[in-house]
């Protein structure tokens, strides 16, 4: 090789610029150019282009919201929904073989407020019955363990059934799901303590003293009371879920506190035609009865659901000076009934008015 090949020859570039494939100028294959990549540069795509790849989304992205949400088939959405179930049988039949161990016990808690309402009609006849020869042993020893059962199994039924839809929620929603339990068997478990000690009670009381006017002896059968008490109790539990199901038609973005509140005028009217329909007597008394706590549980979960868009707006809830008014209303609350139990010589009874010499 001659001076002149290596001084004057043309010979490939040896510095790092690299030579493209359209240059006209190039002679020769273009050379392989590698380079170490930048440690958090986007790759380029296989295939060239020159094109950029856009940066992996942000950690505001609402992509990332789906980070923890499980897919599942509709034949693996099957077969979780009979693994729930199976478990929920299982939690509730084990409840059952306890309650049927207590069942004389708590037939004798279903037969009282009626044994209290027979009482009250002042007839010496008025009494239960039992008409048909199985009858006492169906109600006794499989139905009303079975009602227990539900209320006393409910929260492991619905520990269950949040089981089963949490794997569609995403990871800032499934927190909720202590709450979601205990909330939910709470307000189901006052809703039949409610109904068994105001609404059932006072129900009963005058359904049985209807017909002694005109000379009718209440004589009523176990069948027929257990139907009502467990439809009563049944629903008013189910009505006392009315701010669970406000907070969870807020959380999917379906309602707003704001909407509520202007259209709560359209619900308080329906509440007082549900409780009109569902009190068993004329009198105002019993109407608010069911009304007021009904307007109450819905004005809660409204409350509820404004908690939740105040954690999504990333604000404060002023529980300071929430709490400091409701410790004066409390406390004025206070004063005035011991003030007309002390001045007035008044005190509490179970049964209307409350408040009696």
């Known amino acids: 090789m001659s001076t002149d ?16 494939p359209d240059d006209p100028f190039a002679t020769g294959p273009p050379p392989v150019v590698t380079s170490t990549p930048i440690p958090g540069a986007p790759l380029a795509a296989a295939g060239g282009g020159g094109g950029r790849i856009p940066p992996p989304p942000s950690a505001g992205d609402p992509d990332d919201e789906d980070e923890g949400m499980l897919r599942m088939s509709f034949l693996e959405h099957l077969e979780e929904l009979r693994s729930r179930i199976i478990k ?27 044994q209290e309402a027979l009482r009250a009609t002042g007839d010496p006849l008025a009494q239960f019955i039992a008409i048909n020869p199985m009858e006492q042993f169906s109600i006794m020893w499989v139905w009303t363990p079975l009602v ?24 800032k929603e499934k ?34 003293g209807l017909g002694q006017s ?5 004589m009523i059968s176990i069948d027929s009371y257990f139907d009502i008490f ?65 307007c109450l549980l819905f004005f809660l979960g409204i409350f509820a659901s404004y908690l939740l868009v105040l954690k999504r707006e990333k604000r404060k809830f ?13 406390v004025v609350l206070g004063s005035g009934l011991a003030l007309a139990i002390v001045q007035f010589h008044l005190h509490w009874v179970w049964h209307k008015p409350f408040l009696v010499r």
């Open 148 to 171: 227990a059962s539900l209320f006393l199994g409910s929260p492991w039924i619905l520990w269950q059934v949040w089981s089963f839809i949490a794997p569609g929620l995403y990871s």
């Open 230 to 294: 467990v439809d009563v109790m049944l629903g008013i539990g189910a009505v006392f879920e009315l701010p669970v199901l406000i907070f969870f038609l807020t959380l999917i973005h379906v309602a707003s506190p704001s909407f509520l509140l202007n259209h709560s005028r359209y619900a308080i009217l329906g509440i007082v035609i549900l409780a009109a329909i569902i009190t068993p007597t004329p009198d105002v008394f019993n109407l608010m009865l069911f009304a007021v706590p009904m």
């Open 318 to 330: 002023p529980w300071k000076a929430f709490l400091t008014w409701l410790g004066i209303v409390a």
């Open 214 to 218: 005109v000379g009718v002896h209440p």
């Open 175 to 208: 927190r909720w799901a202590v709450p979601f339990v205990l909330s939910t068997a709470s307000l189901f478990l006052a809703g039949g303590a409610f109904g068994y000690f105001l609404a059932f009670r006072y129900g009963t009381t005058f359904l049985f």
């Open 5 to 20: 090949d290596i001084h004057g020859g043309e010979l490939p570039p040896q510095h790092n610029e690299p030579v493209y």
């Open 88 to 114: 929920a049988l299982y939690g509730l039949g084990l409840v059952f073989l306890v309650c049927v161990v207590f069942s004389t016990q708590l037939f004798r808690i279903v037969l009282a407020p009626g």
